[in-house]
C-alpha cells in the first residue's frame, strides 16, 4: 500500500511538472529544439487556449497533492514512514520540481533581470528599472518591469554569481535561480530536523513533513521559485545556532536572511529573549517561544498584504516556524486548510487568464472561507477530543 502511494504521489508531482509548462509566455521561446519548441506550444494551447481544461488538471493536481499531504501527515503521527522514506520522497520530488517552469509566478524573471543589471548593464538596480533597457529580449515576457529592486542587499550578493555564470544566457541562467531555490528548501527541511532534535526530537518527522511536503511550499519554492525560500533557510540556520548558542554566526546569519527580504527583522525580539534566558540558564518553553515567533511573522505579512494584497507565497514566511510546533492542532490546522484554500487562488486566474474583476472577489472569497473552515475546525477538534476524555472520564468510573 505504502508503495503504491507513492508511486502515486510522484505520478501526480510528474503531472504538476508538465502542467507547469502549460504557462510558459507566449513570447517566450524556452528552447530552440524543433522538438521541445512544437512539445511547449502544445502544452501552452492547453493553457491559453484551453482554460477549462487547464484549470480542471489544476485542480486535480492540487486535491490530490493535499490529500497526499494529510495521508503522509497521518503516517509520520503514526510512525508509518521514517526520516530515511522521507528524505527520498523529498530529494526525488526537488529534482523533478527544480526543471518546471514557473507557472504561477514571473517573480524569477525579475530576480533574474536585478541581477543581470549589475553583471550586465553595470547599473545600480535600486536606481535602475527593466523599463531602463527598452531594447533587453527579456522585457518582452516580463511582469512589473516599472520597478526597481525591493529586496535586501545579500539577495544580489546571492544571485548576481548566479547571472555571472549563466553569461548573459536565459536558460542557464533560469536553471541556476532554480538549483538555488531547490538547494535552499533541501537546506530548510535539514534544519528543521536538526533544530527538532534539539528541542523536542519526538515530532521531529512530522515537522519535516508538514513544511517539506505541503503542496504550498512545493508550488511556491520549486515551481513558481520565490525568494522566500533562500530567506527561510538562513532564518533556520540561524535559529538553529542560536539554539546551540553561537551566538555571533546565529546573529550574522539572521541578517543575511533579513539581507534578502526583510520579513525575518520580525524574529529579532524572539532571538533577543532567547538569548537573555540562555545567558541566565534558564529554562525555555519552545512551544511559547515558536508560538510567538509565529505571531510576530504574521504582523508585517498582514502589512504587506494590506499594502500589495495577499499572495500565496506570503505564507512560506509563516509556516517555516510554525512548522516547529505542528503538532499542536491549533498550528497544523490552520496550516493544512489555509495551505490548501491559498493554492485555489490561482484557478479563477488560470480559468480567465487575467486578475480583473471578479478575480479579487473570488479571491477574497476563497480565503475568507479559509479563515472560517479553520475555525470551525479547531472547535470541532477541540470539541470532539473533550468528548473523547470525557467518554473516557465515565468508562473509568
Not at 482554460?51 to 490529500?67: A, D, E, H, W, Y
Not at 523533478?96 to 530576480?111: G, M, Q, R
Not at 535600486?126 to 531602463?132: C, N
Not at 519552545?286 to 500565496?312: A, C, E, G, K, V
Request: proline share 5%; charged share 10%; glycine share 2%.
Amino acid at each position: 500500500m505504502k508503495k503504491f502511494l507513492i508511486a502515486s504521489y510522484f505520478l501526480v508531482i510528474f503531472i504538476l511538472f508538465l502542467y507547469s509548462y502549460t504557462q510558459v509566455d507566449l513570447s517566450l521561446t524556452f528552447s530552440r529544439i524543433d522538438f521541445l519548441r512544437d512539445l511547449v506550444k502544445s502544452f501552452q494551447y492547453i493553457g491559453y487556449f484551453n482554460r477549462p481544461l487547464s484549470t480542471f488538471i489544476f485542480i486535480f493536481i492540487m486535491v490530490f497533492l493535499v490529500n497526499f499531504y494529510l495521508i503522509f501527515i497521518l503516517y509520520a503521527i503514526t510512525k508509518k514512514i521514517n526520516v530515511k522514506t522521507f528524505w527520498k520522497i523529498i530529494i526525488a520530488t526537488t529534482i523533478i520540481l527544480t526543471f518546471s517552469y514557473n507557472a504561477f509566478s514571473h517573480d524569477i524573471f525579475n530576480y533574474i533581470f536585478d541581477a543581470k543589471i549589475i553583471t550586465h548593464y553595470q547599473q545600480n538596480p535600486y536606481e535602475h528599472k527593466a523599463l531602463d533597457f527598452p531594447s533587453d529580449p527579456m522585457l518582452s515576457f516580463m511582469h512589473w518591469t516599472h520597478r526597481v529592486y525591493p529586496y535586501g542587499p545579500f539577495w544580489l550578493v546571492l544571485t548576481a554569481p548566479l547571472s555571472y555564470l549563466g553569461a548573459n544566457l536565459f536558460i542557464p541562467t533560469f536553471f541556476f535561480f532554480k538549483l538555488l531555490m531547490s538547494a535552499s528548501l533541501l537546506g530548510s527541511i535539514y534544519f528543521i530536523k536538526k533544530i527538532m532534535d534539539k528541542i523536542n526530537p519526538k515530532s521531529s518527522l512530522l515537522s519535516m513533513v508538514v513544511f517539506g511536503l505541503n503542496p504550498l511550499i512545493l508550488v511556491e519554492s520549486l515551481v513558481s521559485s520565490h525568494l522566500d525560500i533562500v530567506m527561510v533557510f538562513f532564518a533556520l540556520w540561524s535559529f538553529y545556532l542560536l539554539i546551540r548558542r553561537k551566538y555571533l554566526l546565529a546573529i550574522f546569519l539572521l541578517i543575511l536572511s533579513i539581507g534578502i527580504k526583510f520579513v525575518t527583522a520580525a524574529l529579532i525580539p524572539v532571538f533577543i529573549l532567547i538569548l537573555i534566558m540562555q545567558i541566565k540558564d534558564k529554562k525555555i518553553n519552545w512551544d511559547l517561544i515558536l508560538l510567538i515567533s509565529t505571531i510576530l511573522l504574521i504582523i508585517p505579512i498582514i502589512y504587506i498584504s494590506h499594502i500589495n494584497n495577499f499572495q500565496p507565497w506570503y505564507l512560506i514566511d509563516i509556516i517555516f516556524i510554525a512548522a516547529l510546533i505542528s503538532l499542536r492542532y491549533y498550528i497544523l490546522i490552520p496550516i493544512t486548510v489555509i495551505s490548501f484554500f491559498s493554492l485555489f487562488n490561482y484557478a479563477p486566474y488560470l480559468y480567465l487568464g487575467n486578475w480583473d474583476p471578479p478575480v479579487p472577489e473570488l479571491i477574497l472569497s476563497t480565503n475568507l472561507t479559509s479563515y472560517i473552515i479553520t475555525i470551525l475546525a479547531i472547535g470541532m477538534f477541540k470539541l470532539l477530543t473533550k468528548n473523547a476524555k470525557d467518554n473516557k472520564s465515565k468508562n473509568v468510573l
